[in-house]
């Protein structure tokens, strides 16, 4: 396959850099008393640097003639294999000698041991095997004659290109079609039509099936009563997607509404009565419609239903009648030459003109497809300079065009080049996510923190991993080989992989032992045979759907034996059951573990986790399941990650902090203990910090003072998020955080109710960025507090005032000064009876205005005077939630009206959106 090469070494060089790291380390002053093993440790790593070389050689080889010949292929694969198998070893190594980069007094501890002879024999034999299989690997390389060019990548922050964002959220100006939109939105809406109408879009993938449907449905979904967008794939669970629908409806699911069947019936009676819109995205089977529509009950409530499929039988028998199937088309060039100029020079009137012609030959190329204009154009974007012999390259390597017959293989072609032209540190990253099932929205902070975990994330002297990592993520962004999924701060936080971009990733992650991914129960006896390379050795584990919930003695006990994944460094599990975890946990160089459960599990054991002495991640998510954690857990002195959101955990133990300083990221709900405090306050090192406290323990001022003494001792922290149901604890907390450490950028307390704006935040947080805040009272002096945080970008402030009045935000210099994003929300009085005024030179920078009035009384019916000094402004945006029987009683189109035309009156003439419900 045409970029096979690529692909190998790419995964080969994500083990090879942990590799030589660790080697550095032991060649370090700790272990300056192993001499003899020194020595042996500076061959290794000069051997392996010298392999590291050649390998980086082979990635950007030109392979289009054939690529590698089958022994060059074969030295690469034994020389990625092996590269596991030392890291391994040293790792083994390193914690028998009780060591490892975090470890004190490492002298004291080890000096007794290294006295034995059985000791020193053992780390003999291990590196005289590491050094035999080293030499023989070079000997093999020394006999192919391989030659090609380099290249290096240098670690520097990269922010999300605005372009690719705007591309996403404005696809009905971009991609050409609002025409079909206009055209479904007549047909949906259609006033004879009252019976339950189905409508499926149905086209080859990359035309814009997802996109036409998601603006259809965002220009229609305020008609309905309730509405849910859903994604099915190609391997669908049932059971999930119908609890997705189930939670977007916000049903309350019955202690035995455990099968389909329930589920359904729960889904019909809430819908009954309703008017109601749904989106079936990516439907691939007949079978799975059969299921799927009967959660939605006929009625005479014009409720309407979108199927989007690539399977024109599917499109027919979705919506039983052929006059109700719309048939996607690919992009007419006028639109091709918008979506491609818009990416690559951000305008769409055209490119200069020595490129007309090359950008011609590549959208015909292309085919007209979305995806591939979007993919082609975000790889030229990114290019660091516009030469005339890169485009042309381009052009060149895309091969035949295929417009007029387009094809899967066409559309591989082009999503491959892409891949072939990122850097190799990009290229690993990418691949990890064939880790997620398909149409999963990935949560960026956490596959990041998987990446560091993993050592594909490299940072410079000054540089934090974590920044380096999102840089990363961005640059796949931008590279438009996936898709950003936005927060409603407007925040790129997640993304999702387009299904034909994952087809891609996990073929190569297949042929090159990068991930094995188990869908059902018989995947579990074949994955010892899925790998072409002698060991068969997993090395990394995503267990998806049915697999997940089977009980995993299928997988240790069948024919994937044991000695198959007895060094899986990662394990990945989606599903509803965690039956099999105690097994899944002897794996003793697990370094990450990433569980994600939906609805129905009720408990989960990780009492087995301080047994996983190299593990660096531990991510669990699973809303309602009991977790179990050990005893003690402080032998984990590598691990950097612990997150854990779920209902309780039952068995918290007192220390349950690692007794390193290598802890980055908490996310948990503790015990509000003393003990756990003070453990709290020794972990140095943290960066993100996120505690839940569900109210059930007494918030003691005691309690909340030693918290505060906590946090204020972590000076490296940087994210503060602290939860209380319990309002009350609010004040007693930021009293007690007065030291709070000046790191913090971002601080969310938006749980914790506030009488008042602590008038010491604007001297302590002269670095913070990001701030959610709620208060119960305000006034315009304590609101000018906030005014003076000089690096404030964007601020949530809840607003559930008590008084009267007005609350004005004051102009002149200094008054928030870097503030970009603004979300006001305004809950009972405040919203009925109280005004918002924004005085000339306030907020210079300020591009986003969000208002949301929640719980009004009759009386809103003014907008907030003065928005026209927001001399930046480019968004307003209006939600009015009012209660069900006050519906009647405020008129809609009035307060509409009154905030529209204070919008048309800005002289920047800001985009306006209104919602009220």
Known sequence: MAGSAGMVVSASMGVMKPLLAKLTTLMGDEYKKLKGVRNQVFFLKDELTTMSAFLEKLAFMDDDDGGLDPLAKDWRNHVREMTYDIEDCIDDFMHQLGGGADASGFIKKTARRLKTLRVRHQIANQINEIKARVIEANQRRKRYELDGCGNSSTSHSVAVDPRITALYQKADNLVGIDGPTEELVQLLTSAEQQKLMVVSIVGFGGLGKTTLAKQVYDKIGQQFDCKAFVSVSQRPDI????????????????????????????????????RYLIVVDD????????????????????????????????????????????????????????????????????????????????????????????????????????????????????????????????????????????????????????????????????????????????????????????????????????QPEQNRYWEVTGCRVHDMMLDLILSKCKEDNFISVVYSGEDYVSIAGQHGYSSNKVRRLSLQSKAAELDCTVLIEGKATPAHLAQVRSISLFGKSTSGLPLLLRFKYLRVLHIMLGQGCERADLTAVSKLLQLRCLIFLGYGCKVELPSRICGLVHLETLEIVCNVITSIPLNCLPNSKS???????????????????????????????????????????????????????????????????????????????????????????????????????????????????????????????????????????????????????????????????????????????????????????????????????????????????????????????????????????????????????????????
């Open 239 to 274: 059971a999930r997607l119908l609890r997705t629908i189930q939670s977007k409806f916000n049903i309350q699911e019955s202690s035995q509404a455990r099968e389909v069947q329930d589920i359904i019936d729960d889904i019909r009676y809430y819908l009954g009565n309703k």
């Open 283 to 482: 439907l691939w089977k007949q079978e799975a419609w059969n299921i799927i529509h009967c959660a939605f009950p006929e009625n005479s409530n014009g409720s309407r239903v979108i199927v989007t499929t690539r399977v024109e039988d599917v499109a027919c028998w979705a919506c039983s009648n052929h006059r109700y199937i719309y048939k996607m088309k690919a992009l007419n060039r006028d639109d091709s030459k918008k979506l491609f100029f818009n990416r690559v020079f951000g305008f769409e009137d055209g490119c200069p003109s020595q490129y007309e012609k090359v950008s011609a030959e590549i959208l015909k190329k292309c085919g007209d497809l979305p995806l591939a204009i979007i993919t082609i154009a975000s790889l030229l974007a990114c290019r660091p300079a516009r030469i005339m012999q890169e485009w042309e390259r381009i052009r060149n390597s895309l091969g035949t065009p295929f417009g007029t017959n387009p094809s899967l293989e066409g559309m591989r072609q082009i999503l491959n080049l892409s891949y072939k032209n990122l850097p190799l540190h990009l290229r690993t990253c990418l691949l990890y996510l064939g880790n997620y099932p398909e149409d999963y929205e990935i949560r960026r902070d956490d596959v990041v923190r998987q990446w560091i975990a993993e050592g594909f994330v490299r940072s410079s002297p000054g540089q934090d991993l974590e920044d380096v990592g999102r840089s990363y993520f961005n640059e796949l962004i931008n590279r438009g080989l996936i």
């Open 663 to 917: 802890l980055r990221t908490l996310d948990i709900s503790p015990p509000l203990d003393m003990d756990f405090f003070k453990a709290l306050g020794e972990q140095t090192n943290l960066r993100d910090l996120r505690l839940y406290f569900d109210g059930k323990e007494s918030s003691t001022a005691s309690n909340l003072d030693s918290l505060g003494s906590s946090v204020g001792k972590l000076q490296n922290l940087r994210y503060l998020e602290i939860y209380f149901q319990f309002d009350s604890s609010g004040d007693s907390l930021m009293g007690s955080l007065s030291r709070f450490p000046r790191s913090i950028e971002i601080l969310d307390m938006q749980s914790c109710c506030l009488s008042r704006v602590p008038r010491w935040i604007n001297v302590a947080l002269v670095n913070l960025r990001r701030l959610h805040l709620s208060v119960s009272e305000a006034s315009t002096d304590e609101v000018s507090i906030l005014g003076e945080l000089p690096s404030l970008v964007f601020l949530n402030l809840n607003l559930k005032l008590k008084s009267k009045g007005t609350i004005m935000f004051r102009g002149g210099e200094g008054s928030f000064p870097a503030l970009e994003d603004l979300l006001l929300s305004c809950v009972g009085d405040v919203a009925s009876h109280s005004r918002l005024c924004f005085l000339a030179g306030v907020m210079p920078k300020l591009q986003k205005l969000v208002l949301q009035f929640w719980s009004c009384e009759l009386g809103i019916d003014t907008a907030p005077v003065g928005m026209e000094h927001l001399s930046s402004l480019q968004l307003i945006h209006v939600f009015i939630h009012v209660a069900l029987e006050k519906k009647n009683v405020i008129p809609r189109d009035a307060v509409e009206h009154v905030f529209r035309e204070a919008a048309q009156a800005h002289p920047n003439q800001p985009a306006f959106k209104f919602h009220f419900w």
